[in-house]
T-cell receptor, first 114, second 113 residues
Framework: DSGVTQTPKHLITATGQRVTLRCSPRSGDLSVYWYQQSLDQGLQFLIHYYNGEERAKGNILERFSAQQFPDLHSELNLSSLELGDSALYFC?????????????FGQGTRLTVV | AQSVTQLGSHVSVSEGALVLLRCNYSSSVPPYLFWYVQYPNQGLQLLLKYTSAATLVKGINGFEAEFKKSETSFHLTKPSAHMSDAAEYFCAVSNGQGGKLIFGQGTELSVKP
């Protein structure tokens, strides 16, 4: 158990809908990262938050947004969903925002868009 | 820009045989390099990381990796494969900006009895 909790584990929704994925980082970790894992794109970095502030953006679509709340949990919002958004979405947390800091991954949320 | 290339999307070895998973990186700055393992229906777990302290890095479960700057490589090895090593392995590089990871495409390791 990494200590990172993601909910829900599975999500099936229709095209055009909006969903929210939730991540609770390890106790005390200030950094939260979101990654998308798909068969064609592999593991792609989406966005990084540190202590409530956005620090870096990767290949995140404009239809996607995220935030980190004062209690440090984070949510990833996906809207106007398309079939191609079907993927495994991982959250990872780390204590700091340094490059050599180990990131701990949750078990992921598997999103299926039908 | 940084990138990682993993040679071989699928590697198959016999139980007890040497495991060698290849990773080459591209980085304009001294890199931080990582190997993660993903078991079916699980998240990623850190096996080991290189942060410039030593070129030979030992990790969990008997794995180790050697950083070779001249070859821009960070190959993962294990002397003797076990059935429980069957999983997908990801090499990653950190770009030094906030700790985000850039992953290779992954290598699926199969272990035959």
């Amino acid at each position: 158990d990494s200590g990172v909790t993601q909910t829900p584990k599975h999500l099936i929704t229709a095209t055009g809908q909006r969903v929210t994925l939730r991540c609770s980082p390890r106790s005390g970790d200030l950094s939260v990262y979101w990654y998308q894992q798909s068969l064609d794109q592999g593991l792609q970095f989406l966005i990084h938050y540190y202590n409530g502030e956005e620090r870096a953006k990767g290949n995140i679509l404009e239809r996607f947004s995220a935030q980190q709340f004062p209690d440090l949990h984070s949510e990833l919002n996906l809207s106007s969903l398309e079939l191609g958004d079907s993927a495994l979405y991982f959250c990872a947390s780390s204590a700091l925002q340094e490059a050599n800091t180990e990131a701990f991954f949750g078990q992921g949320t598997r999103l299926t868009v039908v | 820009a940084q990138s990682v290339t993993q040679l071989g999307s699928h590697v198959s070895v016999s139980e007890g045989a040497l495991v060698l998973l290849r990773c080459n990186y591209s980085s304009s700055v001294p890199p931080y390099l990582f190997w993660y393992v993903q078991y079916p229906n699980q998240g990623l777990q850190l096996l080991l990381k290189y942060t410039s302290a030593a070129t030979l890095v030992k990790g969990i479960n008997g794995f180790e990796a050697e950083f070779k700057k001249s070859e821009t490589s960070f190959h993962l090895t294990k002397p003797s494969a076990h059935m429980s090593d069957a999983a997908e392995y990801f090499c990653a590089v950190s770009n030094g900006q906030g700790g985000k990871l850039i992953f290779g495409q992954g290598t699926e390791l199969s272990v035959k009895p």
